[in-house]
């Protein structure tokens, strides 16, 4: 065994590190802590670990990746199982999830380091409302659970990001670590309400509450990283107490007993990690070899001890391995590398040999084990077609999945990873489809007699995966353009979108021929007509063709990120409820000569088994929503179409957009807002039959990395767009355009967390602003900063019709000018509740809205004064507009 502490494995000085992990492939490490002015994660090289020489060759880069992008500290970094994605959690209260691309090296501005690799935030989940403190990905990586300190575990679905499978709720304190059963039945989480709860994957509810370990413990720990072990048998926990004395709790799988704990640590245990391997060694005097498993342990007493479930005494006790407490443990897929990081920010690496540690069972030994214990296994193949819990526990499920793991491997690749199941399928909010954009047959490009060209745009059409003959992975594809000729096998390119590969049918501008029972002549030159197909993988693009009549130039395609169309499943009911009312929509229901037909069933009560009315389209229902009075289905041949609720009437005919749509959302009052997949809002009021907005595009706001987290209507019926980096933006039809309402990536918001912090998470603006960080105390301001982001919040509440966020930030401004000035601000604000000067003449009084968001002008400003009242140097100020006020009222 050799234990050594790298020195360059650092964020920077004195900045603790408060996670690592090893990636699957064992390439190279992520580490997650403080950075400069916020979180920080740095991807590292691990053969300059490893390797002494490889240490000291300066063309082997140690850093390969480093991201400050994080708005605050970085508790936790996790890799997927297969290695290609990178989850992080932080104090920011935001779970990135990164992936690599293909851009290269680049600089890191201002540090003088390079990014030999290129690590994007694909996805930004920020759902939580406190601190993100620990990840774990499932077995499958088709969910990923995150821990906070808003007392919650959220599970999130991998395959449809931000999409939320479940939450999990029970826990009255910050919940400080998760992690995923290996046969994917069972999640388990600990907590500061001195608690371990298990929770079961078939149904998201609580399995066993586990207390009396942890009944004398305190809350002393950043973080209680608890680990399964890789055999599913047992479940070890960290920071537990035995006779007084800091312990490691083992909870058995069998009955979840707890009479055997890791004992021997001074100090609170703060994470436990089991090596991913099942083990064996040779049994002395024995021809069998005996199995075991492998687990470390890391403690607020500075050091390391390392068990074999087949000893009763530690394999090894490092000490004083760290001049702080431990935070993170990471063993790496061959076993034989220990990882570990401390508050002390530096990172330690242990290696062991295979006689010491022993050697991991072949994947068919693993097998024959799940075999042994579970029936099943599991380990074989992940069953991709099945969701819910991953463990068989009946005969004729076992028979049908037979069945689908068969046909599964008759197929050529599979491109879908297990989904969780669910009874109703929402189809409101934006969801992300791999559909393949097909060229049309020819790009017709005429020729005039000037010598210029004039191109006819090419469509693109999305055609589904699911009607291809030939599967595509998808999944296994990092790259961002994937090209599938007919007829052969999949490649993958790593060449970004630039020049349409499609053949140009020429036509020759002519003069106009004499006609001859109404025809006219034209002649075509034809050349070799192909067909490509370009497909993309997941995402969500809108393809623009620019075209130029100068000579020379080529057709180019630009992809802006926007949202994918939204897909209801073929042939399967999916249901809806609108207060009692049952909806159910089934595509491909009816099939005629001319093609098939959608139906829409609308039931009284949820138990109803008889329609009340039903109805038919003749196109594929992509999405649909409903309030109270009316149903709005929108359909794939770009119809709308609107139901009355009760008796299935159409209220108006059906209605023709230019495009697919992505998302659609409808109030209680009828208005009803969809955003195309080009980027485009509608809005319509169904009561009055009225347009609201026509085509109102949403290009402008992405800019940056942000694309469409989510698209509705505000309690006061206005769209309001938020991206996945917290920007926040509402559309007002009086000034015909957007007004920002949330924007984390400004500076001046940067001062507003402290402020936002006292706000209720549910109200309407606070809830826009979840992902503003808060203010570092260290910085100095200028005073106008903090008054610039206050009056942006006044103005940002009164644009989404909040009275209590608008009297709230109203107040908090007044005393902010009362503290810090200037008056001239002060006394605009009272001159605004004032009213307008009032003559003497009742006759030339000016009428003006005596009321803001619902409340009285003179009735803010009576509350106002009371706060002024109290301050000795406004005393003047204060007598000034009561006196004008009590002349009015």
């Not at 990081?341 to 290696?351: H, L, Q, R």
């Not at 809205?849 to 400003?861: E, K, P, Q, V, Y």
């Not at 109290?870 to 000034?880: A, H």
Request: aromatic share 8%.
């Amino acid at each position: 065994m050799i234990f050594f502490k790298p020195s360059w494995v650092t964020h920077e000085v004195n900045k603790p590190i408060f996670s690592v992990d090893i990636h699957p492939k064992g390439g190279r490490f992520a580490t997650g802590g403080q950075g400069g002015s916020g979180g920080r994660i740095v991807i590292w090289n691990i053969a300059p670990v490893l390797s002494e020489n490889e240490e000291n060759d300066p063309k082997i880069p140690k850093m390969l990746c480093q991201m400050d992008n994080h708005l605050a500290c970085v508790n936790v970094v996790r890799w997927s199982n297969e290695g290609h994605l990178l989850a992080s959690g932080g104090d920011d209260k935001l779970v990135m999830i990164w992936r690599l691309t293909s851009e290269g090296s680049s600089s890191i501005f201002g540090s003088g380091k390079v990014n030999v690799e290129t690590w994007k935030c694909v996805y930004t989940l920020n759902s939580h409302n406190g601190d993100v403190l620990d990840l774990a990905w499932a077995p499958h990586d088709g969910w990923l659970a995150s821990g906070s300190v808003d007392n919650t575990v959220i599970i999130w679905n991998a395959q449809k990001f931000p999409e939320k499978v479940a939450v999990l709720k029970g826990h009255t304190g910050m919940v400080k670590g998760v992690t995923w059963d290996p046969v994917g039945k069972y999640i388990a989480s600990q907590s500061d309400d001195k608690s371990l709860r298990i929770w079961r994957t078939c149904d998201w509810m609580q399995q066993e509450l586990v207390k009396d370990p942890f009944v004398d413990c305190s809350a002393t720990t950043h973080v209680l990283r608890l680990s399964w072990s890789p055999d599913g048998q047992y479940l070890v926990s960290a920071h537990a107490m035995n006779g007084g004395g800091p312990t490691a709790q083992i909870i058995e799988r069998e009955g979840w007993r707890q009479d055997k704990d890791f004992v021997g640590h001074r100090k609170a245990v703060t994470c436990v990690r089991f090596n991913s391997n099942i083990l064996k060694k040779m049994s002395p005097g024995s021809p069998k070899s005996q199995q075991y498993c492998c687990c470390a342990i890391g403690s607020r007493d500075r050091s390391i001890s390392v068990w074999l479930t087949s000893l009763k005494r530690p394999l090894v006790v490092i000490k004083d391995l760290f001049d702080d407490s431990v935070l993170d443990i990471s063993w790496s897929s061959n076993g034989l590398y220990l990882f570990a990081c401390s508050w002390d920010g530096s990172v330690a690496c242990v290696i062991f040999d295979q006689k010491e540690i022993g050697i991991p069972l072949s994947i068919k030994e693993k097998n024959d084990l799940y075999e042994r214990i579970y029936h099943k296994s599991l380990q074989k193949s992940w069953n991709l077609s099945f969701s819910g819990t991953q463990i068989v526990e009946n005969p004729e499920l076992l028979t049908a999945i037979d069945k689908i793991n068969e046909t599964s491997n008759t197929a050529s690749v599979s491109c879908e990873l297990p989904e969780p199941a669910s009874k109703d399928v929402s189809f409101e909010s934006p969801k992300v489809s791999t559909s393949i954009l097909v060229a049309a047959n020819k790009q017709v490009e005429t020729r005039l007699p000037s010598g210029k060209r004039r191109i006819t745009p090419m469509l693109l059409t999305s055609v589904p995966t699911s009607n291809s003959n030939e599967a595509i992975n998808i999944t296994a594809s990092f790259r961002t353009n994937l090209e599938v000729p007919p007829k052969e096998s999949t490649s993958f390119s790593s060449s970004s979108p630039t020049k349409s590969k499609i053949v140009v049918e020429t036509v020759t501008d002519q003069r106009k021929q004499p006609t001859f029972g109404g025809s006219s002549v034209k002649a075509y030159s034809v050349v070799n007509e192909t067909n490509k197909l370009m497909g993309t993988p997941p995402g969500t693009q809108i393809n623009q063709l620019t075209c130029c009549e100068v000579p020379g130039d080529q057709p180019i395609v630009q992809f802006i990120n926007i949202l994918d169309p939204l897909k209801l499943p073929s042939g399967v009911a999916v249901t809806k409820q609108a207060g009692n009312i049952k909806i159910q929509v089934t595509n491909n229901c009816h099939k005629t000569s001319k093609g098939s037909l959608a139906g829409i069933e609308v039931y009284k009560n949820m138990n109803d088994k008889e329609p009340n009315w039903d109805t038919y389209l003749g196109s594929t229902v992509r999405c649909l929503a409903a309030n109270r009075k009316f149903i709005v289905a929108c359909c794939e041949d770009l119809s709308i179409n609107c139901y009355d609720i009760k008796s299935g009437a159409r209220p108006l005919p059906p209605i023709i957009i230019e495009d697919v749509v992505s998302s659609i959302s409808l109030s209680q009052n009828s208005y009803c807002l969809v955003l195309t997949k080009t980027g485009l809002l509608y809005m319509w009021n169904w009561e009055n039959c009225k347009s609201i907005l026509s085509r109102v595009s949403i290009r402008s706001l992405l800019s940056g990395k942000g694309v469409v987290n989510s698209c509705g209507l505000s309690s006061s019926n206005l769209p309001v767009i938020t991206l996945t980096d917290g920007r926040a933006y509402s559309y007002v039809s009086d000034l015909q355009t957007w007004v920002q309402l949330s924007n984390p990536l400004d500076p001046i918001s940067r001062v507003g967390g402290s402020f936002t912090k006292r706000m209720s998470p549910h109200l309407p603006l606070a809830s826009l602003q979840k992902a503003i960080p808060f203010h570092n105390s260290h910085d100095a301001l200028p005073s106008g900063v903090t008054l610039s982001f206050l009056e942006c919040q006044i103005m940002a509440s009164f644009t989404i019709h909040s009275p209590d966020e608008y009297r709230h930030w109203l107040i908090a401004t007044v005393n902010y000018l009362l503290d810090k000035g200037p008056e001239c601000r002060l006394r605009l604000i009272l001159d605004e509740l004032l009213g307008p000067t009032y003559s003497s003449m009742p006759a030339k009084r000016i009428k003006v809205d005596d009321n803001i968001l619902g409340t009285s002008r003179h009735a803010f400003l009576q509350e106002i004064l009371e706060i002024v009242k109290t301050k000795l140097p406004w005393q003047r100020l204060y007598k000034e507009y009561k006196e004008q006020l009590d002349e009015l009222l």
